[in-house]
């Protein structure tokens, strides 16, 4: 029978998601909705055929709701998270599982302490194919040790409600998830540099930001954030090893030449350009639910990369390196 899916926030990313579950995946669909939008979620149930719930409790709380999706805004995470904790009910959030690393330290405690990994995080660089195949090299050696990454995390246009700490609440933690998973290391130190504004920013955005971040074995990664660079959606990763480089292409399908010039064309949005991965991410999602073992991102990976999130911010603030600290990982989370 398929899983039977609860969906909490129904914005941009939350619709997208419902449209995968139910037209794109196989093995679940979803039954319930809910978002404090009430009149525009109303409708959206009305044409997908599913449940309005008034509050994301009482879609947790529903026995006919078999597993929980969490695409509200980043503040609310927590509080429906530890909600499908209580319920013993599996939950795929979205980053940041919570705003703040106490947050997500009660996410993982309350996990442990119920015994089980229920908590997969929406890391879907994870799944995207040119990471893996960056993962592998490194992990072969292919390439002899890796020594430096080169990263940029580049959004077209974002909208006036975001500000100088979303660079890295809301877009670096993709890097700083997924880095920490290509490598296999924890970081040890971050330094946020705040250089030259564009034009096209506003006066609560520092726009771009760069961040070195350094891990225990002395990579060090400079990583690009620069959330108005107008051309489009464009994400790199070069990886420097020690007998050759390997680095991420931005996927393409088709290639013009016309008008005396010969191109591709770049991603507009994170919707295209992970498109893939997102779907790979849901489908294994449901296998896992389905054999009653999560093998995605876990509740940990989500405190890792905030306790890394919160560090940047101590480090833009001050100016100065900033050492990363962790506590040891609960047996629940070790391989
Ligand atoms: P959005 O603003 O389009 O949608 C958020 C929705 O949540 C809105 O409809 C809002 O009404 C609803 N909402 C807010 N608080 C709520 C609450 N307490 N209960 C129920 N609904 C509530 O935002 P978005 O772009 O869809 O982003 C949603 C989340 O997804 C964010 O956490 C964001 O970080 C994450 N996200 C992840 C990716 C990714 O690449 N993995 C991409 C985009 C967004
Ligand atoms: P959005 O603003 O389009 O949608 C958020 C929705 O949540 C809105 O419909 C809002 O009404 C609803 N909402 C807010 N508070 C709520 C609450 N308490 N209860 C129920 N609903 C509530 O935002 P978007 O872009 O869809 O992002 C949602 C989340 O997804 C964010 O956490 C974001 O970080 C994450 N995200 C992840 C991406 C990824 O690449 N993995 C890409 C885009 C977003
Ligand atoms: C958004 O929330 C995402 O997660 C996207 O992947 C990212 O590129 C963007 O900067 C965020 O705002």
Redesign the pocket.
């Known amino acids: 029978m398929d899983l039977r899916i609860g969906v ?9 998601h419902i449209q995968r579950l139910n037209h794109k995946t196989q093995g679940a669909h979803v039954v319930a909705i ?4 009430k009149e ?2 109303t409708l959206l149930a009305k044409e997908i055929g599913a449940k309005f719930y008034e ?2 409790e009482a879609l947790i709380a529903d026995p006919e709701v078999d597993a929980v999706v969490v ?4 503040p ?2 927590e ?2 998270v530890l909600e499908a904790i209580k319920h013993n009910k599996y939950v795929f959030c ?3 599982l919570a705003t703040d690393s106490e947050g997500c330290r009660r996410i993982v405690d309350a996990e442990v302490a119920n015994g089980k990994k229920l908590v997969q995080v ?3 660089r994870r799944y995207d194919r040119g990471y893996m195949e960056l993962k592998e090299v490194i992990e072969n050696r292919q390439l002899g040790e890796p020594l430096l990454l080169h990263c940029a995390h580049r959004n077209p246009t974002v909208d006036k409600n975001y500000e100088t700490p979303m660079a890295i609440i ?1 877009t670096a933690i ?1 890097e700083i998830d997924a880095l920490r998973w290509l490598l296999q290391e924890d970081y040890v130190s971050v330094q946020v540099i705040l250089p030259k504004q564009t034009s096209y920013t506003h006066e609560k955005l520092h726009d771009p930001q760069m961040v070195i971040l350094e891990t225990k074995s002395g990579i060090h990664i400079d990583l690009e954030v620069f959330v108005n660079c107008q051309f489009g959606y464009d994400i790199k990763c070069v990886v420097v090893c020690e007998t050759g480089e390997i680095s991420l292409e931005d996927p393409s399908y088709t290639r013009v030449k016309a008008k005396g010039k010969d191109y591709t064309t770049v991603s507009p949005d ?1 919707q295209s350009r ?1 498109m893939d991965a ?1 779907d790979e991410e849901f489908q294994l999602w449901i296998h896992s639910i389905q054999a009653d073992a999560i093998t995605g991102p876990t509740a940990w990976d989500g405190y890792v990369a905030s306790i890394t999130m919160v560090a940047c911010g101590v480090a833009r603030e001050s100016g100065e390196r900033v050492a990363i600290s962790l506590d040891s990982c609960p047996t629940l989370y070790q391989a």
């Not at 909490?8 to 997208?16: C, H, K, S, Y």
């Not at 809910?34 to 939008?37: A, F, K, T, Y």
């Not at 695409?71 to 980043?74: G, L």
């Open positions: 909490i926030g129904t914005g941009a990313i939350g619709q997208e809910s978002d404090i939008n525009k979620a509050t994301g695409t509200s805004w980043d609310t995470h509080q429906y979205e980053k940041p929406g890391f879907m809301n993709h994170w992970f997102y």
